[in-house]
């Protein structure tokens, strides 16, 4: 049995904690990897997004884990699960799954420095973003990259006008922080874990290669949505049981605020339809 399925060591949840992000190599055998990347490149998935787009755009395919059953066990997957669990504790839901790709165009899948609590705050910070690679990361193909400690500036700034735009408005935190950025660089089949106030972005690919990633968002039970639009997998239980209690942290954040309709019927929902706080594949309510 490999370390990896073991969990956390304490040093490994001390250095979460200081530094907002975790990486591990090794995390999925080649022979899972190269199952999730047939499942991602199957007509269920790519039938999602035009084939122009995946060529020429950075691709975020949201509700991922309800498009195949094995990407709903992937969720679940021991070797992921058990790093989560000590860094949200025994009760875990999917915030959101999505499949993230990075054109194979060079010069193109710039994406902004932000942090993704800003997307969907929730009533506390219990929340995490875990990254699988099915290609290696680097910094030729525009790998991520993450401010070390900016969890715990609490939420920066992502409006412009009064509305919510989807790069932090803040460069300071980033452009003054040289010597704390790293390059979030797992292999295909390793993780990334970041904390949800965790300051990162990626600049363009230039390795003339697609880059492929599955993201999972997770949250505590406890963390309930308080804007933004939810998703067919939002909710789903990853472990632990459904316990209907929501903890509030003692803090004031920006709701994000959008320009666009944000209901199937084009009624014009600023801070979207989180109030359900479950998508439709949830199955575990009557």
Not at 31 to 47: G, K
Request: glycine share 8%.
């Amino acid at each position: 049995m490999s370390a990896w399925r073991d969990g956390l060591t304490e040093e490994e949840v001390r250095q979460y904690w200081e530094d907002g992000f975790l990486v591990f190599d090794d995390a999925l055998t080649a022979e899972e990897v190269e199952l999730y990347r047939t499942i991602c490149a199957s007509d269920a998935v790519v039938s999602n997004r035009s084939q122009s787009m995946y060529k020429q755009e950075t691709v975020h395919l949201l509700g991922l884990t309800t498009m195949h059953p094995a990407l709903l066990d992937l969720a679940r997957h021991p070797a992921i699960v058990s790093k989560i669990l000590p860094l949200l504790g025994p009760d875990i839901q999917i915030q959101h799954s999505k499949l993230a790709t990075k054109p194979p165009a060079k010069g193109l899948g710039e994406f902004p420095w932000h942090q993704d609590f800003a997307f969907y705050p929730h009533t506390n910070t219990d929340l995490l973003s875990v990254m699988i690679m099915l290609d290696d990361a680097t910094p030729e193909n525009g790998c991520m990259q993450m401010v070390k400690g900016s969890h715990k500036l609490g939420l920066l700034n992502h409006s412009m006008d009064g509305y919510f735009v989807a790069g932090c408005q803040e460069p300071q935190y980033w452009e003054d922080a040289a010597d704390r950025t790293v390059q979030i660089t797992p292999k295909a089949g390793g993780i990334s874990i970041h904390h949800c106030l965790t300051l990162h972005g990626s600049p363009v690919n230039l390795s003339g290669r697609e880059r492929r990633g599955i993201v999972i968002s997770y949250r505590a039970d406890a963390a309930y949505q308080l804007a933004d639009n939810l998703f067919n997998d939002t909710g789903i239980m990853v472990c632990g049981e459904r316990k209907e209690l929501v903890r509030c942290e003692s803090a004031t954040y920006r709701l994000p605020k959008r320009h666009q309709p944000l209901s199937k019927s084009g009624t014009y929902r600023p801070f979207g339809n989180a109030w359900n706080q479950v998508g439709s594949e949830v199955t575990d309510y009557s």
